[in-house]
Every structure is written in C-alpha cells, then in structure tokens.
C-alpha cells in the first residue's frame, strides 16, 4: 500500500481491542465468493463456499466477519452435513459458528449466505461515486476484508479464490485474475467469472464493479491494462509506459517472471491510501495514476512513476511473498519503497533518482532523531495498531537500510539473496528473520546481525569521529550514541557496516569495515587526505567529524560526488538542528558548496534555509539575512522567470526551487 503523504491512520476505528488471532484448527484453502451488489439500493448479496482443512475435531468454528446479515450456514465433512448457528464478537470483528455435534478432521466444507451493505468508509466493500453514477470497489488491507465477506483474514492463512459477480447490464467488473465467463443471467444482469487465484492472502483480494475503461499494453507477456471510469482512461497513457518498463525490469531482476497472469492499474473516485498492491489489480486514487501528458509537471509525472513502481515491486514482495504476520509489514513495504528507484532510474536516468534516494535518507535520519520515534519492527495485535505501523519509519528507514546493506553486501550478492528468498517462499509466507536468513546464507555476510541491530532498536546512530595520525598510518576512533537533540544523549550502539572514501580517490579499494559496541578503533591507511566516512551516502548514521576534519572536508568537497555532497550537508543540518552546532557552521558549509549542482543538493540547502527563515529571523537580522541568502543560493540557476534555451527537466527544477527560496525569504534578494 501506499500512503498518501498526511497521517490518515487516525481515521480508522478501533475494530479489534482483544485482537485475538485465529485458531489454528481450521485451515482455508479455497474460496468461492460470489457478490451481487445492487448499486442502486446499495446493498450487496454474498453466496459464499469455503473449503477447509480440519486439523482436530471442533465443535465450533471461528473466522472473521464485522456488519454482514447471514440468511443461511452450514457445514459439511465427514459425512455430516451440520446447521451452524452464528455468535458474532464485534470488538474482535470475529464470528464463531456453532455446530450441533462435532466436526472430524479432515476436508470440510462451508457454506455461507450473507447480505452486506455497500459502506462509504472507503474499506471492505464500499461505494465510490462519481458525478454521474455509482461503483462498488474494494480496499482490504489491514484488515477489511472481514467487511466484505466472512474470511480467516490474517496474511498467513492464503487460500486461493473463484470470484464470481452478478452485475448489471453495461457494466463490467475487474477482480485479481482474467475473466473466463461471463453469461446474461436474470433480468439486465450478467454474471462475470474470474479464474482461480493462485493462493493469495485475502487483504490483496480486489472486486471492483462498474463502467471501467481501459487501455491495453503488455510487456513479456503479461497482459497490462490502465483502466479508469469512462473518459478517465485516456489520461493512463504514461502510466501504463512506466508499468511496462516497471515489468520488465523487475522480471530481469527477481529472476522470477511477474507471478500472476494479468496486471491491471485501476483509479478509482474515493480512494483512501494513495494506492494499494492487490494482486493483479492494483488500485490507486486517481491523481496517482492518471495524468494529462501535456500539462503535467516533472513532480507529478515522478509521482506517478514512483507509485506505479512501488506497487509493482509488491507483486513479487508482498504478494508472491507475504510477512506472517503485521509486524513484518516493514519488510514489505520497506522493500517496496527500496525497489521503486531502481526501474525509475533504468528508465529515467535524467530524473537523478538515486540522489532523490539519499534527501530520502537524510529526511528519514531528521524523523528517527526524535524522541518519539519507534523501532522498525513493533508488535502489533489489534487492528488500530496494525494500520499505525505503515509510517514514516516502515516505509523511509527500512528503505535507507536497505541501501546501507546492499552497498555493503554488494548488489548482486544483494540481489541473489533477494532471488533466493523469494525462490523459497513463493505462494507462501515468511517473517523477517527467514529474510535475513537466506540473506546471510547468500552472502557470507552477518547480514542478520546489521539487520536486527537497525529493525529492533528505535533511532539513528550519532558517531563521533576522531583522527589520529602517526607515522603515516591513520587510527579513527569512533562512539556511538543515539542521535537525539544535545543534552539528551542516550547510550546505544548499533552493529554497522562503515564503508569510508579517501578523499580525491575516485576508484573505491577501501573494502567495508564492521563497528559495534560503544566505541571502535579502525587502523585505516594513509594520512594524507581527510576521509569521508559514509561512501556513496548509503550508510543511516550521522557522523559528527572534529572540527579539523570538518575544515578538510570543506575544502575539499569538490572531491566528493554528489551523493556524498548531500549527505554531508545533511548531516551537519541535522546536527546543527539538534543544537550540535552553530547555525554559522552550517551556513560555512553552505557557502563552500561547489557550484552549478546537481537538483537535490539545491532542494535541500533551499528547504534549510526556508526553515532557518521562518524560524530565526527576526524583524531586526531579516534584512542581513536576505542578503546571506541570497549569497548562498547565489550560482545554482539564472535568477529569471525566462527558461534558458533547452534547459533540461532537472535544471527547470532547480531554477524553481531557487526561485521558490528567494521568494518565501523575501527583500530583493533575487536582485543581488
Ligand atoms: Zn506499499
């Protein structure tokens, strides 16, 4: 799933404050669900089969459903065909069915007839509307299935699924698979057949019913489709020119062909989450997937590129593949945030999407230096808790992990660890600890004991750094703390991966070195030059150099590439941020910065700026601090409203973020 950028997550009533899990005793493995809604009225009815596994006799069985209105339930195995009687548990959202003699183990079967209500809580299986008509869509993800039809709705009991759907005359419906038949029935109404899905968790499920239209691509054979309500669809053209370079990407990179059988990539009306991975039928709110070629900026078209490709990425992490449980949804959508640069910027080089990736670092950096941060991994038991976990720290920190450990590792030891975790638990499901696992078994590399030192402490590294040098040979002596404003240190250490860059040596020999505990001692050939100690910008931590190296890293900055330049601009704004530094060291580093740069250097040092502007000017420094500013932003972009003659996508951006600072700091600055 992706969020949208405000926190949404206090919208969600608590549906579940026991939270008890399901018991093991009954096992789905098929479901047929068929849904008729009646738009007009907007109800729904739900016939509904589901075969299971009995693993001990049970004299009751219990799954989950919240708001539904049951005509009819049976149970049948062993030979006996049982009349259920239903109790539901509304805080757990749970049912329990109660036979009147036990059930044996072994194959049974349930019945269900059910009527629902079309809700417009934008979960379960809810009205979306437009000007002229209505819909019945489909969000699951937490823990809303349960609202559509009675399921054993946790991730790790996947099943597959025949989806069928009676819907009137003129519409059609799009579910996870294709549709194999479709046959008037009744009066005005057909009834639309999917095929069987693979086993699939039921949060990635999707119904949606309607006037969909769509326009039709493909890449490597898989069937690609950009649908929207009619008219809409014209506006999927890049879009689905993304989902195809997306595919064909991720097909050469998992070494797993896309696993389901069609990808469709829906807008629809009233969507809550910016857009959400069901299998093979992702469904996005519109402004995330459809744009007008010829007026859409840069940002939206990125935007859209960057969602298309998060969602994709969840087909093989996610769907394929699923956490066994909620805690684990980092991992998931962690991944998913760390994949999306790479068919971007295969794609779009132009876009500087790695160097987008290292602000997203230094931003996640800013967010977990707070106090009030958490660990990656929380537990989670009740549903309110379960849809807080998709923040910040799930989706930025995991991603900028990743990053740290891909460097370290090395990409295509990264990358056939990836190939053989999902290899091992396709169709199936898999925690955490079997990720870092078949990581370390990959590489060699105590890639389990990086990983749960960053997903189970809360916060970032601060490291101290201090050079000695002696006879030519160089000892850094490093300290761990918490980053955490000054003043509220806090002892922790983290197991982490340094990978170090002489200054002015552009070939990279110095291999990674691994630091734990408080403080470390790293023998490091060579005095000569001042050493950058996060190579690439791929490390989450922040170093607070001493003054002397600081002052020889200034003057020598030309010699770090532009990731590098990022970080370190950064990584003084946090510390300067957490009254670590003078505001001045800061705004020295600013003024030595090598000029023209590249896009997200300029975004950045803008942003601090803007924020130094709104938060320590004052009516009697702001005219001297116009002037600063304006020095400092000096050199970046023509100051003018006029685009140069073919100027590109990233330097029209820079000229607009340059502008934009000048702007919301104020005076004449643009004049001087
Ligand atoms: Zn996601």
């Not at 600081?550 to 009254?579: C, F, K, P, V």
């Amino acid at each position: 799933m992706k969020r949208i950028a405000i926190a949404l997550s206090t919208l969600f009533v608590s549906a579940g404050a026991l939270a008890a899990r399901l018991p093991q005793t009954v096992i789905p493995a098929h479901y047929a669900v068929s849904i008729a809604p009646d738009l007009a009225a907007e109800t729904y009815r739900g016939d509904e089969t589901i075969d299971v596994e009995v693993k001990e006799p049970v004299s009751s069985i219990t799954m989950h459903a919240i708001g539904l209105d049951f005509r009819d339930l049976q149970v049948s195995g062993g030979g006996k065909n049982l009349r259920a009687t239903v109790t539901s548990d509304a805080p757990n959202a749970m049912i329990t069915l109660t036979l009147p003699e036990p059930l044996p183990a072994g194959a049974a079967t349930i019945r269900l007839a059910f009527d629902g209500r079309l809700n417009r809580q934008l979960r379960g299986l809810y009205l979306s509307k437009t000007a002229t008509r209505k819909y019945a869509v489909t969000q699951f993800e937490a823990t809303d299935a349960r609202r559509a039809f009675p399921c054993f709705d946790e991730p790790a009991m996947k099943a597959t699924f025949d989806i069928d759907l009676l819907v009137d005359k003129g519409d059609t419906a799009i579910s996870n698979s294709r549709i194999v038949s479709d046959t008037a029935e009744g009066e005005g109404k057909h009834r639309i057949r999917f095929a069987t899905t693979p086993r699939i968790s039921t949060y990635l499920v999707a119904i949606l019913v309607g006037d969909f239209q769509c326009i039709e691509g493909g890449v490597d054979g898989t069937p690609i489709r950009v649908c929207g309500t009619p008219g809409r669809e014209q506006l999927g053209g890049f879009a689905l020119s993304a989902a195809e370079a997306v595919v064909h990407f991720y097909n050469e990179y998992y070494g797993i062909k896309y696993p389901f059988e069609k990808l469709d990539l829906i807008a629809i009306p009233d969507f809550e989450a910016g857009a959400m991975e069901n299998v093979g039928a992702v469904t996005f709110r519109e402004t995330a997937l459809l744009i007008d070629p010829r007026t859409a900026s840069i940002s939206q078209r990125k935007g859209v590129a960057g969602t298309v490709a998060h969602e994709i990425a969840h087909m093989w992490f996610g769907d394929l593949v699923t956490m066994k449980w909620w805690d684990d949804i980092w991992l998931n959508e962690g991944f998913a945030t760390f994949m999306t640069g790479k068919p971007l910027a295969a794609w779009k080089p132009e876009w500087n999407i790695p160097l987008d990736n290292v602000a997203g670092t230094v931003n996640s950096l800013s967010y977990d230096s707070q106090r009030a941060t958490r660990a990656i991994r929380t537990s989670a038991e009740t549903s309110e808790d379960i849809n807080q976990l998709f923040d910040g720290i799930a989706y930025g920190k995991t991603a900028a992990v990743l990053r740290m450990v891909e460097q370290w590792m090395g990409e295509d030891a990264f990358r056939d660890g990836i190939r053989a975790y999902l290899r091992k638990y396709s169709f199936a499901n898999a925690a955490a600890e079997d990720f870092w696992t078949t990581m370390t078994d990959a590489s060699k590399q105590p890639v389990d004991a990086v990983m749960k030192s960053f997903v189970d402490q809360a916060g970032a590294p601060l490291l101290h750094a201090e050079d000695a040098c002696g006879r030519g040979e160089r000892t850094l002596n490093l300290a761990q703390e918490r980053m955490l404003p000054n003043g509220q240190s806090v002892e922790q250490s983290w197991i982490i991966p340094i990978c170090a860059r002489k200054t002015g040596v552009r070939a990279v020999t110095q291999p990674c070195v691994m630091i734990s505990g408080p403080t470390s001692q790293l023998p490091l050939p060579g005095c000569d030059s001042p050493l950058f100690l996060n190579r690439n910008s791929r490390g989450y931590y922040v170093t607070d150099y001493s003054p002397a190296e600081r002052a020889a890293l200034r003057g020598r900055l030309s010699e770090l590439n532009t990731a590098e330049r990022i970080s370190l601009q950064g990584n003084e704004w946090l510390l300067a941020r957490n009254q670590r530094r003078d505001i001045s060291d800061y705004l020295t580093l600013v003024a030595a910065m090598p000029r023209p740069a590249d896009r997200p250097i300029v975004e950045a040092i803008a942003n601090s700026l803007e924020f130094l502007d709104r938060r320590l000017v004052t009516d009697a420094t702001r005219a001297r601090w116009q002037r600063r500013a304006a020095e400092l932003l000096r050199g970046y972009a023509p100051v003018s409203w006029q685009a140069p003659a073919g100027e590109a996508e990233e330097a029209r951006l820079t000229r607009a973020t340059v502008l934009g600072a000048l702007g919301e700091i104020g005076g004449n600055a643009a004049d001087r």
